[in-house]
């Protein structure tokens, strides 16, 4: 699989060649996974190889046979693939091997997990910012939309147009360690309580990589890679005995509105993240700077538009 992604083109047909004779679907995953770090000029091998194993023929695109191998759990991937794909992965990021490693438990597949194009913490978290009175927020109109939190009596808003750029949050409201995580590829943003169940923080981060298009937030204490969207460790240390995190409440409404309604709150202030990052806190910059860009989702419904917003409920561990 190696010699696939070699720069010379015999090594690459002698590759494509035993590949075929093989016919071992086991070696599909990580195939996939060599196909995005081939340059589209010499897939051809690669390819051939992957059509002659499936029976399909989906073309050059990586995301597309991301999706094929998604759409395919019955295909388990040979004993090593996660060393071999923490080795790939290392190319953009030396820390994939520790977050990857061989024998990591792991509750969700690893030949759907993508890199979504930022290294560990490339997307800087947010620690504990500074707020502002509610009054001094003169930097906010009042139809801006806003994360509102309430815990132990204590309001606070996270403006989209920061967190937009941010992704996570780790900081404290009513005396808890709180992380917001806020997912913009499919705009879910949720607060957990960040405790581990002996009641000590947990530090977050964001790790780069995603699942579904959603994204992989990694605790800085053991490296697991966590699910935003459901708060319960899912690769690494962590994922052999899971204890998911607790749920907070938290509205996504406009600044006018949760003013109006909570007068003591406080807001991140703008001024010392404006110094210290170089991202357009207008609203709507980020978004702009993310036209386009998409990740493979396997599981497809056509009775709504992909980016249709939706309320979710869970009740007792049933999801509508």
């Known amino acids: 699989v190696e010699e ?42 690669a390819v051939a190889v992957l059509e002659s194993l499936t029976g399909e023929n989906l073309g050059v695109r990586y995301f597309d046979w991301v999706e094929w191998v998604g759409a395919h759990p019955e295909i388990e991937p040979r004993p090593g693939y996660a060393q071999f794909k923490a080795k790939l992965l290392s190319r953009i990021d030396p820390r994939y091997t520790e977050i990857l490693y061989g024998g990591a438990p792991a509750r969700i597949r690893l030949a759907e997990v993508v890199w979504g194009g930022v290294r560990v913490d490339e997307i800087p978290t947010l620690m504990n910012p500074d707020t502002i009175p509610a009054v001094d927020a003169q930097y906010l ?11 132990n009596g204590e309001y606070r808003a996270y403006p989209l147009r920061i967190m ?13 360690p709180v992380s917001l995580s806020y ?9 957990f309580r960040a ?12 790790s780069g990589l995603l699942y579904r298009s959603n ?3 990694f605790d800085r204490e053991t490296e697991s890679l966590w699910s935003n969207l459901t708060g319960e460790p899912v690769v690494g240390r962590l994922a052999e005995d899971p204890v998911g995190l607790e749920v907070l409440p938290l509205t996504l409404t406009t600044w006018g509105e949760w003013r109006w309604r909570h007068p003591t709150t406080t807001v991140l ?5 404006a ?7 207008q609203p709507g910059s980020a978004d702009e700077a993310r036209s386009g860009v998409s990740f493979p989702v396997w599981k497809k419904d056509n009775r709504l538009e992909s980016n249709e917003e939706v309320y979710v409920l869970r009740i007792e561990g049933s999801p509508k």
């Open 4 to 45: 696939l992604q070699s720069e010379k083109r015999k090594e690459r047909k002698k590759a494509q060649k035993a590949l075929i004779e093989a016919a071992d679907q086991s070696l599909l995953p990580g195939l996939v996974d060599s196909l995005f770090f081939i340059p589209r000029e010499r897939r051809t091998e």
């Open 141 to 151: 109109g009042d139809s801006e939309l806003v994360f509102g939190a309430t815990v």
């Open 164 to 176: 937009d750029w941010h992704e996570l949050l780790n900081d404290e409201i009513g005396g808890e």
């Open 183 to 191: 997912c913009t590829l499919c705009r879910s943003g949720i607060l």
């Open 195 to 206: 405790r581990t169940r002996a009641g000590e923080p947990i530090l977050f981060g964001t």
């Open 215 to 217: 994204k992989l937030m």
């Open 269 to 273: 202030d703008l001024e010392p993240l």
């Open 275 to 281: 110094f210290y990052y170089p991202f357009d806190y």
